[in-house]
């Protein structure tokens, strides 16, 4: 109080909180410090027991009735608090004028700034207060739950004055590595106990990115490290400088990030902009073009220290740097028009006549060339309609008829083969229709190593004597919408649909390496959507139904069969007739394997299966040893299953859920 500081402490914590000040007074007594320090903690902790004893004494036992009644009396006192965190603005550059010429300033300036000083001072004096009893043991630190909320300052005879919160200037964490900075650039022989070269601290440090050193104080006694000072200078004003004498826009960029933007000009986009520097930062010299937000700029790039993470980029936009080139072809028009002045009249001559045998030729061939123009732009576009063309003999052998009926020709083409690849989009899949497209079209196919999925629904005969023709076609439709959507999700291509039941396949046309993992995946997929139709289904009062579903991976033949005249790009061979014989004995929600697809090793490594035994198939001399693919095992990890298949939206498939 004699200092005209005083502690604020949260009367409510204070009144419900333990014993504690008075341990720490009997604590404080025994080790007998001494001294101002010592006087100013025992005065503060005396007053902290003395008023948790009349709140004690005046409001009784801490309970929600005596808590009410201590907020009302804490109502009555008119306690008001600054909106508004304390501000300090640099001293005008007439009162930081360090020449030899006094420089002339209004009292109402200097009364301003001398009181922002006073501020100032005042709000460093609250801090140490705050310090110091931390500091000598009168509590944990200046954050703890037992320690004072803040501080203000007072004037006597005055009602008003200036606080602050302990949570304002106090950070529970180091804000900057100062030992880190003594540790790479120890203090010389011959100098202070500080850092030898200078450090930078980011912006959350000290409100922005600053320039800072550290100072080391030691006990004077036993010479043993006992506290860093850091202090820190802003690099606003020396950077705001800067961009001022450049007059362009500059960006400051700590730690690769966008701290702030300088300059007397202003950029459209500035946020794209700081975002495309963050990108590029390692990638930039000294020097050069860059491409930002679109447009193209000039750079230069400073870096003050290579030990800092502290870089300075200048803009120009590239326009700009043809400033001197367009002054120079100004200045020679100018000097080239007074030069011709005499031959004016000539050159309007020449220019009539030319102009005329110019309007003669662009009946002739511009405006063909024109109209040719525009309908490339149109079909570059994908527009084939409406499309005007020159008119055009079918007997005319001048270059422009001969264009124009070749063009129309090739529009043609276009518009067929656009119908062509809308229709094969239509009844086959995307692969498959580009395979078509874009390689000859033959009798004939390759061995190719794939995977062939199929999934029949159990009971659709029995199901469909019960249903309209309309609902049946609906039904079916509901489930194949559902299972073909998991396939294509799944890198898979649906080869066509055989009633109710759907062929899939995994690693053709277009190869992949994990194709059985794909399958697999789709299959426990398809199991767990269609557990969730069905269920929506019964709610309605509608009809389900269960897929079985059979899986076979090997050598197989891909390419197109049928006629000559009428093709299908589709698979055969052994492996795809077990696959087709594998779904026509699974169950509902089940799916069979043979024994050689577990032995890929992704399949193994990331899926349960139960035996089956051994099964005899139609058309094959020997059984074959069947698996029932369950589950994903616990173990098997989203992330690597994604970098196997390369599946999108690998989320969906449940690793717990039993088939």
């Known amino acids: 109080q004699s200092r005209q500081t005083f502690l604020l402490f949260d009367p409510e914590e204070l009144w419900m909180g333990g014993e504690h000040y008075s341990s720490k007074l009997s604590l404080l007594d025994s080790e007998k410090d001494g001294g101002l320090e010592y006087a100013v903690t025992r005065f503060t902790l005396e007053r902290l027991v003395q008023a948790k004893r009349f709140l004690a004494k005046t409001f009784g036992n801490p309970s929600p009735e005596n808590r009410a009644l201590l907020k009302s009396y804490l109502a009555t006192l008119h306690i008001v608090l600054p909106e508004e965190k304390p501000s300090f603005q640099p001293l005008p550059s007439s009162l930081a004028s360090s020449s030899d010429t006094q420089p002339e300033i209004d009292e109402s ?17 609250m801090i140490d207060s705050l310090s110091l009893l931390s500091s000598k043991g009168g509590f944990s630190s200046p954050l703890a739950p037992d320690a004072p909320v803040g501080a203000a300052r007072i004037p006597p005879g005055s009602g008003l004055g200036i606080g602050i919160m302990s949570a304002e200037v106090f950070a529970t964490e180091p804000l900057f590595d100062a030992q880190g900075l003594l540790a790479a650039h120890p203090p010389r022989d011959t100098a202070l106990p500080i850092a030898s070269k200078f450090g930078i601290a980011g912006a959350t440090a000290l409100g922005a990115v600053s320039i800072v050193n550290t100072l080391r104080l030691q006990d004077e006694e036993s010479a043993k490290l006992s506290t860093l000072i850091t202090l820190g200078i802003s690099t606003n004003p020396m950077l705001l400088a800067l961009a001022e004498i450049s007059g362009l826009p500059m960006f400051i960029l700590y730690e690769g990030r966008g701290a702030l933007e300088l300059g007397t000009s202003s950029l459209p986009n500035l946020s794209a902009i700081r975002d495309d520097l963050e990108n590029v930062l390692p990638d930039l010299g000294q020097k050069g073009f860059i491409h930002l937000a679109n447009e193209s700029y000039y750079y230069l790039h400073y870096i003050p220290s290579k030990e800092w993470p502290l870089s300075i980029i200048e803009l120009v936009p590239s326009n700009q740097l043809l400033g001197p080139v367009k002054v120079l072809i100004a200045h020679s028009k100018e000097l080239s028009a007074k030069i011709s002045r005499h031959i004016i009249l000539v050159a309007v001559i020449v220019f009539v006549v030319a102009l005329a045998i110019l309007i003669f030729l662009a009946e002739r061939f511009t405006q063909p060339l024109a109209l040719l123009t525009r309908a490339t732009d149109q079909v570059a576009r994908g527009q084939y309609e409406g499309i005007t063309l020159p008119p055009a003999s079918p007997t005319s052998r001048s270059e422009i008829s001969v ?127 269609l557990r969730e139709l069905n269920s929506r289904r019964k709610q309605q009062g509608l009809q389900v139904a269960d897929v079985g579903i059979g899986i076979q ?96 939206g690998l989320e969906g498939v449940d690793t717990n859920e039993e088939h």
């Open 109 to 125: 300036t200097f009364s301003e700034h001398f009181n922002e000083e006073v501020r100032r001072f005042n709000i460093l004096n």
């Open 403 to 529: 264009l124009s009926r070749d063009f129309k020709a090739m529009v043609k083409g276009l518009v067929d083969r656009e119908k062509l690849r809308s229709v094969l989009n239509k009844v086959v899949s995307k692969e498959i229709a580009d395979e078509i497209l874009l390689t000859q079209i033959d009798l004939g196919g390759e061995i190719r190593e794939a995977s062939v999925l199929f999934a029949d629904i159990r009971g659709f005969t029995h199901l469909s004597e019960n249903l309209p023709p309309q609902e049946t076609i609906a039904f079916v439709n509901e489930y194949m919408t559902l299972m073909t959507q998991i396939i294509e999700a799944h890198r898979g291509v649906v080869d066509k649909y055989i009633g109710d039941a759907v062929m899939a396949l995994f690693g053709v046309p277009v190869a992949h390496k994990y194709h059985a993992l794909q399958a697999a995946l789709t299959a426990i997929t398809i199991c767990q959507e």
């Open 553 to 648: 991976t090997g050598p197989i033949v891909a390419g197109n069969v049928g006629a000559q005249t009428r093709l299908n790009y589709t698979v055969m061979g052994a492996n795809v007739n077990l696959a087709a014989r594998l779904c026509s004995k699974a169950q509902g929600e089940e799916i069979l394997v043979t024994e050689g697809f577990l032995k890929l090793p992704e399949i193994a490594q990331h899926l349960e299966v139960e035996d089956r035994g051994t099964m005899q198939f139609k058309g094959f001399s020997e059984p074959h040893h069947v698996y029932s693919i369950t589950r994903l095992k616990a173990s098997a990890h989203i992330e690597e299953l994604r970098g196997y298949a390369q599946l999108p």
